[in-house]
């Protein structure tokens, strides 16, 4: 078995929802680090994706009960002009991609997020997948947005034109109130003020997030004033 | 491209301006084909109505999640409804049973069900090459593949029910989906 074809059997399992463990762990990388920049690995997932549509059409039709479509009907709010529509999304990736390729995203090392790992540059992917998600919540962190799946229990921080802090200084995440504060980790947003974070805990285990500054490097004891928070 | 999957990107076209219209048009294709299929994964009325409702309401929140380069509207909103599916009943462990009872109701293949309701003339096509590319997979491929879509298990599940090693169980599926691939890609 060659090496694609290696890849293309675990994409067999991904678009059936069949991995689990370690084979999960690696659709997750292969999907990130290969598939996009493979022409034929591309192909085979969206003939799978087609494939695995179909099946669907294995099973017999049923009709569903009419108070579903009324149900759905009460819950259909009109649109506003969505906040991810695909002209945003890829204004978001161009920023992402330039600010990548100079490698401006700066999460502070020094005592800082990444030490603890619960703080971490998130997909750019797995943000807008997070976004359109029916069970999504998005709500004002500051000059940022929170947005929270609680289907998979993940949660974002994406923000552009976000200043950054005065010299010296960063912000830092927190979950909790300023009494009872629990420390998440430093950030910077990068420096035409993208922010792209995940914050590495279960959704629901965070609560209510603020952001303080704070100077760089400095141990995350008490918190100083509140610049964002969720409550807002 | 079919002429009912023309129909179906026009209005796909028109949902993301927020035509309801073009909402309960899709909904009157759908419904059926996603309400049978949730129901055939989760094997529980309530949950099925669930999955297909948050389906079609994230369809009708985010229209911009379909994107026409990657394939039919068709594939992409059965394969959103199968994924909520089986991740209800993982979830839900304690479905577990019923979802075993609803994956090993009669096979599939062999069944040939009138369909509990009317469907669009083109569904109807397609849903037949569907189960003649099912019925033309050998036995142990067409097994593996369905305790997996619509018994919504996992392949390590399935090679501990079989009792078959785990690398077997991944080369049966690649095979049965290679093989539905190049079948439905040739009618479709």
Known sequence: MTDHEAIQELLAGYVLRSLSGEDAAEADRILT???PGCDECRATLDAFQAVAGDLALGAP???????????LRKELEPRAPSRWNAGR???????????????????????????NGQLARADLQDVTKAAVMSD????????????????????YIYGTGIPLPPTGNVYRLWAGSPDQPR???????????????EVMLPAS????????????????GQPGDVVWDTAA | ???????????????????????????????????????????????????????FLALWRAPEAYDAARGPFRTFF?????????????????????????????????????DAIAEESYLGVRRKEVREALAALPPEQRQVLEMAYFGGKTQVQISDELGIPLGTVKTRTFAAMRKLRTALEDTG
Request: net charge negative; proline share 5%; aromatic share 4%.
């Open chain 1, 205 to 220: 285990s965070v609560g209510a997030l603020f952001v303080t500054v704070e100077p760089e490097g400095s141990a995350p």
């Open chain 1, 33 to 35: 680090d290969h598939v």
């Open chain 2, 78 to 114: 059965l394969a959103l409804v199968h994924h909520r599916a089986v991740d209800l009943v993982r979830r839900e462990s304690r479905l577990r049973a019923r979802s075993e009872r609803a994956a090993n109701l009669e096979p599939l293949v062999g069944e040939d069900p009138a």
């Open chain 1, 183 to 197: 420390y998440i980790g430093d950030f910077l947003p990068t420096d035409d003020g993208t922010l792209l974070l």
């Open chain 2, 1 to 55: 491209m079919r002429d009912g999957d023309r129909e179906d990107l026009e209005l796909h076209r028109r949902l993301t301006s927020g035509d309801r219209a073009a909402f309960d048009e899709l909904y009157h294709r759908y419904a059926g084909p996603a309400y049978g299929l949730a129901l055939r994964v989760t094997g529980q009325q309530i949950l099925a109505q669930d999955v297909v409702h948050d389906a």
């Open chain 1, 136 to 155: 999504a919540t998005h709500q004002p962190l500051g000059q940022a947005t929170e947005i929270s799946a609680p289907a998979t229990e993940k949660l």
């Open chain 1, 89 to 115: 999304i890829v204004a978001i990736a161009a920023s992402v991609v330039v600010v990548v390729g100079v490698g401006a995203v700066a999460l502070t090392r020094g005592g800082g997020g990444l030490a």
């Open chain 1, 61 to 71: 039709a049923a009709a569903p009960p009419d108070t579903l479509r009324a149900r």
